[in-house]
């Protein structure tokens, strides 16, 4: 067991962050944190790389307690906190060489661990990281928290703020990583992101909702969803709300999800309703569910 | 070893990158020195005055070429009567008249006693006090003189000698005072800041979750403020000795001794403040209303500590600056040895160990 988290609890100052925590990640394996701002995602990082303590509980990290074997957990790891944390006014090669000093290694001892990386961001090594786009300071940051060859890498939010192709890029070259054995515990806020987990937690208010694969997940869920669109959009949401049988209802993309308090019923029938509401040129139809809409359900 | 030599290279390049911080490190203190010897000093030179001679006597014409021979005052015309007298100091250019009495000779030779009366322009009171004494001890010199030859022994003449600073020189007041402060800016502030910009930028979060010990990263933020104070110590005392002529009586070694012991007091105290605050801000307005003022108000570089209220006297103590201009002056002024700077020594090093204390007791090795 790579991570392994027993019934831990945070709060600040009264205000519970993490409540009840337990969950386990298991070597080489790419395990996702799901949930919005808020939900105690940073607070349980901090916590597994030894920056905070727990109120209650306990946990292991490659197999070190992070109560008591806080200096063999800072050599085990790599972390990127969601902030850019490095510093703005060095160059990319300087910042990069920094990190290995202070942790007793050279570029060149690992390079290969960062090399797919570091291609992309070596034609601007001179330039500082400061005038550094989003993407390749997130970049920068995995080179700088893998130049150890860290056993667990803990990646705190690490594509927000990042555009759309840099993002998949960064998650191609997290499975990358996991081929070579490291552990990543990764947390987002976007939904979609999670399929690309092996496994994931959904977490919400600092309570553990669900922990699953994506497709274990998806499979277990019960209900079903329809997909809507019409030509009235703005008037779909609060007249599908007025529905008899309206169980859930929130705007996805270029449709609407509904989901129908009874799970056989005739999608004839709300057809019927809408048109009897005016709305024309109306789809309906059903929907495999995302993570997302689980989430929205939870 | 190499991880703390990476650190301070690091550490440099912050430094060397940022201009605002390389001018606060070398720039103020040649500004400040240049300021304080050349613009502000209570000393006067070619003051412009004018004469109001009623006499015109063989002993008022010998007074005012005494006068005129000084290198203080400048005679700038002479004026007939005492409605002049109004009239030039509203023009402004005259700081003075001397204003002699009728039969000065006479009186002086027959009632043993005649007036010279300096009146002086008080809108500027440090510089017409001034003219006031210098005048008088001309005057004095020149009657003492007198007296001498006529073996005339009548009446007490004062005779005060100004030891250690015979001139009277401020320059050698404020030597020790912007070394004082410039070492305090400098240690304190910049270390305080550098530290608690660490704590702001989130990279401080970063060096806690790495092998680097706290200690080490205290010392690797410190030590290249200990070298540029260093620096900054040589640059000012040579300034001091090479353009204004401060003697250095006592031994250099001892004086630099003296000066990294103020530094690495000045360098706890720094970090001291960054384990108490969190962000640069913070950092640095506790470093300028809590140190900077009382380093120039209550340490004596200033105000004299004597001539303050009771309670003033006793919060003084507290402040390092003080017993380190105590050292510098012994030393650069008096020659002195350690011998007799050890209590200033002592205290300086007790306050050293109380904020290394007090650091290592609140610093932290979480966020929390």
């Not at chain 1, 800072?74 to 906190?81: E, I």
């Not at chain 1, 990358?176 to 994931?200: F, N």
Request: hydrophobic fraction near 45%; charge should be neutral.
């Amino acid at each position: 067991m790579s991570i392994s988290v027993q019934n831990i609890s945070k709060s600040y100052k009264n205000i519970p962050a993490l409540q009840n925590i337990t969950l386990e990640v298991n070597e080489g394996e790419l395990f996702g944190l799901i949930g919005p701002d808020g939900a105690g995602k940073t607070t349980l990082f901090r916590l597994l790389t030894t920056l905070l303590l727990p109120n209650e509980g306990s946990a292991t990290v490659a197999n070190y307690n992070i109560l008591k074997q806080v200096k063999e957990i800072r050599n085990a790891v790599g972390y990127m906190p969601g902030k850019f944390s490095l510093y703005q006014d060095l160059t990319i090669s300087e910042n990069l060489a920094f990190f290995a000093t202070i942790f007793g290694t050279t570029i060149e001892e690992n390079y290969d661990l960062i090399e797919d990386i570091y291609v992309q961001i070596e034609p601007f090594k001179n330039r500082k990281a400061g005038a550094l786009s989003g993407g390749m300071k997130q970049k920068l940051a995995l080179c700088c928290a893998l130049i150890h060859k860290p056993k667990v890498l803990f990646l705190d939010e690490p594509t927000t703020g990042v555009d759309p192709v840099s993002r998949k890029e960064f998650w191609e070259m997290l499975k990358r990583l996991k081929q070579k054995g490291i552990t990543i515990l990764v947390s987002t806020p976007y939904m979609d992101e999670a399929t690309l987990c092996d496994r994931i937690a959904l977490i919400q208010e600092g309570k553990i909702l669900k922990i699953d694969t994506p497709q274990g997940i998806v499979d277990a869920y019960q209900k079903t969803i329809y997909e809507v669109t019409s030509n009235q959009m703005h008037l779909l949401i609060e007249d599908l709300k007025h529905f008899p049988s309206y169980y859930s209802v929130f705007a996805f993309g270029e449709f609407v999800h509904y989901i129908d308090l009874n799970n056989f019923f005739d999608s004839e029938t709300l057809r019927n309703y809408l048109k009897a509401k005016g709305h024309q040129s109306i789809i309906l139809q059903k929907t495999t569910p995302t993570i997302e809409d689980i989430f929205m359900d939870l | 070893m190499k991880r703390f030599l990476g650190f301070i290279k690091k550490e440099f390049y912050h430094i060397f990158r940022d201009k605002r911080s390389l001018f606060i490190l070398f720039g103020m203190p040649i500004a400040q020195i240049l300021l304080f010897g050349f613009a502000i000093t209570n000393e006067i030179n070619n003051v412009e005055i004018a004469i109001l001679d009623y006499s015109k006597d063989t002993e008022s014409q010998k007074i005012i070429q005494k006068i005129k021979a000084s290198p203080y005052f400048h005679v700038a015309n002479e004026i007939a009567n005492e409605k002049a007298i109004e009239s030039e100091f509203k023009i402004g250019k005259i700081k003075a008249v001397l204003l002699f009495e009728k039969d000065f000779a006479k009186k002086l030779q027959t009632e043993m006693k005649a007036t010279v009366q300096v009146i002086t322009d008080a809108t500027e009171p440090n510089i017409a006090n001034t003219i006031a004494n210098y005048t008088q001890s001309i005057i004095q010199n020149h009657q003492s003189q007198k007296s001498t030859v006529q073996k005339n022994t009548t009446g007490v003449v004062i005779q005060s000698r100004m030891l250690y600073n015979p001139e009277l020189k401020s320059v050698f007041n404020f030597v020790p005072g912007v070394m004082t402060v410039i070492l305090m800016l400098v240690s304190a502030m910049m270390t305080s800041i550098s530290i608690t910009r660490e704590k702001e930028l989130g990279t401080m979060e970063i060096l806690l979750v790495s092998p680097l010990k706290p200690f080490q990263v205290i010392l690797g933020k410190v030590f290249p403020y200990i070298f540029l104070s260093v620096i900054n110590a040589i640059v000012i005392v040579s300034m001091g000795y090479f353009i204004f002529g401060m003697p250095i009586k006592g031994s250099i070694l001892l004086l630099a001794v003296e000066s990294i012991l103020f530094i690495i007091t000045a360098l706890s105290l720094g970090i001291f403040i960054s384990t108490i605050s969190n962000t640069q801000q913070t950092a640095m307005m506790i470093s300028l209303m809590g140190l900077m003022l009382p380093v120039i108000i209550l340490s004596g570089f200033i105000f004299p500590i004597a001539s303050m209220p009771l309670p003033m006297q006793v919060i003084s103590n507290i402040i390092p600056a003080k017993w380190f201009i105590i050292i510098v002056k012994s030393i650069m002024l008096k020659g002195v040895g350690l011998e007799y700077i050890l209590k200033e020594t002592l205290i300086l090093v007790g306050m050293t160990i109380l904020f290394i204390g007090l650091s290592i007791k609140n610093y932290k090795t979480r966020l929390e």
